[in-house]
């Protein structure tokens, strides 16, 4: 989501809300073995940040492994793992973790887009939520096999 549209500084506002949405995921799925595993365990917004900016510098290391280079390759990318991640709940977990997992991923793509708005000049104007946005948002949602989700 974060990577939908171009929002320059609210890039920074949308990985500060993905940090965010990973703690209250382990606050609201602490019985969740899926999400509380793929986790770190951490008690602070500093600390997840930490956290993310190394997934983050993870993620970036296996896009360039996989030859992403552009918006539409790691959109590609994403719905393509998105749908890998459906079929392996649907093979593994139970329904109820796979429900959860789902709207979690779900939660933080809505926070995410939530988070900084698009266009606009220094924060005037804009949109709260860009085309862009939610065409990504429905199509995650398309891949997990989440019905009925829509951004606003």
Do not use: H
């Amino acid at each position: 989501m974060a990577f939908s549209e171009g929002s320059g500084l609210g890039t920074i506002k949308e990985m500060f809300a993905s940090s965010k949405a990973y703690i209250s995921g382990l606050k609201e799925y602490p019985n969740n073995e899926i999400i509380t595993s793929i986790l770190p365990s951490v008690t602070s917004v500093k600390e997840a940040m930490g956290k993310s900016s190394e997934m983050r510098s993870k993620a970036v290391n296996r896009l360039k492994e996989l030859g992403i280079d552009s918006a539409d390759k790691l959109r590609e990318q994403l719905l393509a793992d998105s749908k890998e991640v459906a079929r392996i709940l649907e093979e593994k977990a139970s329904p109820e973790e796979a429900r959860e997992y789902k709207e979690w991923a779900m939660e933080i793509a809505e926070k995410v887009a939530y988070a900084a708005k698009e266009g606009g000049f220094l924060g005037i104007g804009g949109t709260r939520v860009s085309e862009g946005e939610k065409e990504a948002f429905a199509q995650i949602a398309t891949a997990l096999g989440v019905e009925d989700a829509n951004l606003a």
